[in-house]
């Protein structure tokens, strides 16, 4: 389980590829499956977690710091019942934006110069 009441100080974005998580927002929540993506910004509170009914949760996330033009990709749709989400239909993107994630977070852990562009 993350707990954050306060959210954090960039923006946080979750991806399921396999399983399920479960998104708290008050006494409301949302199931995240696979092929879906929630954005969270900052200092939105954030509360996910595994999906008990599920059991497992295959998911990819990244915290970052957006640059100005990004700024248009961000408006996502936004529910009443937590952060804004996405659902990725296509195959082919759905495996580029796996790759994607997983080449952030292998050049992240390398600590080169640059790796937080």
């Known amino acids: 389980q993350n707990w ?3 959210g954090s100080g960039d ?3 979750l991806y399921t590829v396999e399983g399920a998580g479960l998104l708290a927002h008050g006494r409301a929540s949302a199931t995240l499956l696979p092929g879906e993506a929630a954005l969270y910004p900052p200092g939105e509170p954030q509360d996910y977690r595994t999906d008990p ?3 497992a949760w295959s998911l990819r996330w990244a915290h970052f ?3 100005p ?3 248009a990709w ?3 749709p936004r529910p009443p019942d937590g952060p804004a989400r996405l659902r990725v239909t296509a195959p ?3 495996s580029g934006l796996v790759q994607a994630l997983a080449r952030l977070v292998s ?3 390398r600590g080169w110069d640059g790796t937080d562009e």
């Open 74 to 76: 961000l408006r996502w």
């Open 11 to 13: 923006w946080l974005l």
């Open 53 to 55: 009914e599920t059991g």
């Open 4 to 6: 954050r009441p306060h």
């Open 92 to 94: 082919e993107i759905r």
């Open 69 to 71: 033009h990004w700024r």
């Open 107 to 109: 050049l992240a852990r």
């Open 65 to 67: 710091q957006p640059r």
